[in-house]
Nanobody, 120 residues
């Protein structure tokens, strides 16, 4: 079983910055893709950014130029640096990871979610 532990959410003023972290642990052989999703009240969960083990990143159009995703493969950890935050970025942010377990079985795991609130 693979667990994801997130940290770094909180309250920030518009224009401010936050950095989210997510560490994967458990019996892992390899982690291929890691990513961040978010869900605002009354809306569906949406992809914010994802990154492959080789560092290829994908972003939602709404965050391009403001958010940066990165990862430390040695630590199975993914980060999301969020700059120029807007009220529309307010949501619960969820970490996601896909890969192979120690038994070479595919897995997909989700974090518990961390609240990001952008408000003055």
């Amino acid at each position: 079983q693979v667990q994801l532990v997130e940290s770094g959410g909180g309250l920030v003023q518009p224009g401010g910055s936050l950095r989210l972290s997510c560490a994967a642990s458990g019996r892992i052989f390899s982690v291929t893709a890691m990513g961040w999703y978010r869900q605002a009240p009354g809306k569906q969960r949406e992809l914010v950014a994802s990154i492959t083990s080789r560092g290829r990143a994908t972003y939602a159009d709404s965050v391009k130029g403001r958010f940066t995703i990165s990862r430390d493969n040695a630590k199975n950890t993914v980060y999301l640096q969020m700059n120029s935050l807007e009220s529309e970025d307010t949501a619960v942010y969820y970490c996601n990871a896909e890969g192979l377990s120690h038994r070479l079985e595919t897995f997909e795991s989700w974090g518990q979610g961390t609240q990001v609130t952008v408000s003055s």
